[in-house]
């Protein structure tokens, strides 16, 4: 048999490939040769993301509450995903051959604004099918498997917090009536932390104290953040941005994708998710459910009252009064 020219091309490339490491490209042809092909399922793993869900009562919908969990925390996987490529300059695989030669020296402002993009797709993705909560579960139903789910909560998601703690400065995501005490001084991470706005939307309506919720996530996740946000330190997003040349700094694209993704992450997503919790939570005029989490969720979910933003200098004063504002008054006069 007469080898096709291609064929002849592959070989030498390989000879080449493994050559460079020290190997005998024969046995890897043997390898080639015995191996199975690859299936749908083997490689997705559908087997095992099937065997993923395990409800806590009979009520049939809670399958979905746990399922529609499962795909936002996968989404925040992407998103962490991109952020962690943006971060270290990306990476530098060579596409003839697939060799990976490690991260990049240098962060080019267009790859930057095209994986900022793909974050916004994921929350906007997100942010679009939140209705399967919404409107996609009965009441009655929710509202009783939920009390077998105490104290869990979504406030528990490390991975969203990992979201907030890559895209800024830390500083950002101290609550905003404490920030002042840090910004002159150059203040560790670990103080910061203390003082982080989740901690003070977590307090017992009744006591004051941190919720079983928080002390939970604290003890499992704090010292990970905490070394997560050290490392973010000086290649989150935004220190990613700031060391741009300031040419690349006037990239309109790089701009709007990352005012976009201040948007998705801190108004629209937090807002249907809001809206979500006042449609299960809420009694009547004056009267609400408690969260499973505990938390005073009426004062705390809405992006107004958090006005959490990480790139305030990208917005204009009069953007930055109105953050979020048009959409609680909508979703306040429903
Ligand atoms: C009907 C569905 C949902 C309801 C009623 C609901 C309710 C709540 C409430 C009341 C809180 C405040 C914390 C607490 O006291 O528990 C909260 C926080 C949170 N939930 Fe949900 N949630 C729902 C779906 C989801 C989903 C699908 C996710 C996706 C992971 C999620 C993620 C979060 C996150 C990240 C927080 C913290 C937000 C913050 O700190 O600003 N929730 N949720």
Known sequence: MVLKPPIIERIHKLEEKYGVIGQDMNSYLDGLLYSNVTNYWDYINVDTLLSLQHPKTDYPDELIFIMYHQVTELYFRLALHEMEQIANNGRDVVMETGEDKGWKKKLDADYFATRVNRINNYFEVLTKSFDIMGSGMEKEQFLRFRMALLPASGFQSAQYRMIEICATDFIRLVDKDERNIFEEKNSSIEKMFEQI????????????????????FEKKYSEKLIALADDYKSKNLWAKYKSLTETEQKNQDLINALKQLDINVNVNWPLVHYRSAAKYLEKGKNEDIAATGGTNWQKYLPPRFQKRMFYPELWSEEEKNNWGKAWVESIVKK
């Open 197 to 216: 706005y989740w901690k003070k939307g977590a307090t017992e309506l009744t006591s004051g104290q941190k919720t079983l919720t928080l002390k939970h």
